[in-house]
């Protein structure tokens, strides 16, 4: 059975960090490209992030780009997410997806918070 686990999310100030952490089971992760989505409170989901099977390429939303860094460790069968230079609006919960879309199975999510 696939499944993938999120952690990490919490409270934190504006222009904080935050280090969020995926474990995958019940499938080879590193045949997979895996993906970070999030949502925001009252809206759709909003794809943030996707990093290829071998980390060779890594693709970014506007709205992250420059302050979030996704990564992958396949002996571990884990994926990141480093989030520096929090605002508000990055308010949502996260989720990890496998594969290269916001379509694939996902986790429970976790979440982020941003506020003073």
């Known amino acids: 059975e696939v499944q993938l686990l999120e952690s990490g999310g919490g409270l934190v100030q504006p222009g904080g960090s935050l280090r969020l952490s995926c474990a995958a089971s019940?499938?080879?992760?590193?045949?997979?490209?895996m993906t970070w989505v999030r949502q925001a409170p009252g809206k759709g989901l909003e794809w943030v992030s996707t990093?290829?099977?071998?980390?060779?390429?890594?693709v970014y939303a506007d709205s992250v780009k420059g302050r979030f860094t996704i990564s992958r460790d396949n002996a571990k069968s884990m994926l990141y997410l480093q989030l520096n230079s929090l605002r508000t609006d990055d308010t949502a919960m996260y989720y990890c997806?496998?594969?290269?879309?916001?379509?694939?199975?996902r986790g429970q999510g976790t979440q982020v918070t941003v506020s003073s």
């Open positions: 997806v496998r594969g290269g879309s916001m379509d694939g199975k």
């Open positions: 019940g499938f080879t992760f590193r045949n997979f490209p």
């Open positions: 990093v290829g099977s071998d980390s060779s390429s890594t």
